[in-house]
């Protein structure tokens, strides 16, 4: 597995567990200062997998370079 | 809805006989194309190992402990009605503790839909030129009895709903597969890629939000921006609340909202960043036609480039949903009403 390709899925099961960790610091009422914190770690991190995403040459083509229209 | 037979009770589908499998390969010349696809068959035909069979074992269990009876069910129907259309199936197994991972392995055939995926999944049915379809069965449609299917273009995978396998010439499932086959024409230049004719279906287990395509799984980066966005947009309404916290819990409510389905949709994307870790759907430059034509033909162009591949059809079965669901009967749940299947709050819609 190449570094970029191991970098993007340690950041998307990151992501998935701060994701968790954000729904029981909500379902368990916890101190808004601490639900604050999580998210703000979780959307840095969903913004830096979306970087390393866009900044992998090999990465498969994500929206910025999809031209196809989409309809129902 | 004809699916209900599945579901209205939660029992599994009642296996159908199992179709003819391909000719006898001794009466063929071994160096023949048709023998080739004879010997894959009798390869998969053979015993599965112990260690398969360990696996099954640990996939039944896992099975029966789950306490939604129609997840179990459809997890049970999906494999039978494999076995029954797509001719033989295997099941291995893998519990991490948070998901259930189940691989099937369908046999190649030029008679049924699934099959055929599997012929182009396993690089049969082409021109000769390496491409890549894989071939997934979407939880999120799983869960959706009438979800047929979709054609995702950026991983070129097929992501097959119930129905789908169930009604195997159906019109809908032509149509999806008459989209990936126009997309790999335009790639090939075969065909003007004009007039937007690729599209990706939305994934119809997911219904539609306001302001955001919930139900719209159009691009790889789709769960990022979604948390970037909405998740970002609700933290910043908590900070901006600080010093009036009684405006807190609308806001706490939305970010809770928004946050299952950023879960949900980063569940759907580990289906897709586990094809990408394999390596697919990387290259540009291997685009072929799909040679697919009428699926209720054999087809006349399998070429001689039979290697024996398989294709490998993951399906992963988010126990968080069931454990959630747990939690619902038990009273304590963060959403839902407990009910199998149950769909979402209306203010997800």
Partial sequence: ?72 | MRSKALGATGSPLKPVAKQPTEAPAKALHPESPSARRAATTDDLAAPVSSALTDALKRLDQVIAAMPNVHEKAQLDAVTAVIRARGGQVRRTSAFDGQRLHAALEIVPDDRTVLGRMAEVAANREANGVTMGVTVTFSPAMLRNYGAKGMYLPQTRSLYLGLDAIRDEYDSTTQHELGHARQHFRERQGLVGAADGTMRSSGFGGLPHSKGVAYGKFQQLDEPFQFISGNIGHAISQLVQTRSTPEAHAPIREELAEKTAWAGDLLEQQTLIVGDLLTGFGRSKQNDTVVNWNDSSKPSASLTPERNGRRADCSYQLPLRRVRDRADALAGSAPYGDGRANSSPPATRR
């Avoid at chain 1, 990151?14 to 101190?31: D, M, N, S, T």
């Fill in chain 1, 1 to 72: 597995m190449s570094g970029a390709l191991r970098e993007r899925h340690q950041i998307g099961n990151e992501l998935l567990g701060l994701v968790r960790e954000l729904e029981q610091a909500l379902r368990v009422g916890a101190p808004t200062d601490e639900v604050v914190s999580l998210g703000s770690t979780l959307v840095r991190r969903a913004a830096a997998l979306e970087r390393a995403y866009r900044d992998d040459p090999s990465a498969p083509a994500v929206s910025a370079g999809d031209t196809s229209s989409h309809h129902d």
